[in-house]
């Protein structure tokens, strides 16, 4: 009877061990957050949304990527100042294996931006860079 009873107690904590696991893979990993220079900030440009409901796009230009039409954020204005060290900083957005990544564009300081999909070339996906 106690061989029974420690035997059940062992199945039960080595599943319940295993379990923990599995649900804080994605939390103790140094994937969940990535983060990226790309470069000094130079300037920005609005682009207003073409049709009614569309976005507002602000498009950077850094030192790394000097022209404009490479990294797209929503927004309408920017707040990083010349010379900022500016990041590319993806996130997993949903714990599990079902979430995505999302992309966010952000400074030392507090200013974040989310990252859009979109390229003025060959509308190519933010992915394909980073």
């Keep these: 009877m106690k061989k029974l009873l420690f035997l059940a107690l062992a199945c039960l904590t080595i599943s319940c061990s295993t379990q923990l696991k599995t649900h804080s893979y994605l939390k103790d990993t140094q994937m969940t957050v990535t983060r990226r ?3 000094n900030f130079i300037d920005y440009q609005h682009t207003g949304p073409e049709v009614i409901g569309g976005v507002n796009l ?6 790394q990527f000097n022209n404009f039409g490479k990294i797209s954020a929503f927004g309408k204005d920017c707040k990083f100042e ?3 060290k500016i990041y590319v900083k993806r996130l997993y957005s949903t714990p599990g294996p079902c979430g995505n990544w999302e992309y966010v564009i952000e400074n ?3 200013d974040v931006y989310m ?4 390229r003025y070339e ?6 394909a860079n980073f």
């Design 108 to 110: 030392d300081s507090s």
């Design 58 to 63: 602000i498009w950077i230009r850094t030192t």
């Design 115 to 118: 990252m859009s999909n979109y």
């Design 37 to 39: 220079c790309i470069g």
């Design 82 to 84: 010349e010379g900022e």
């Design 122 to 127: 060959n509308n190519m996906l933010v992915q």
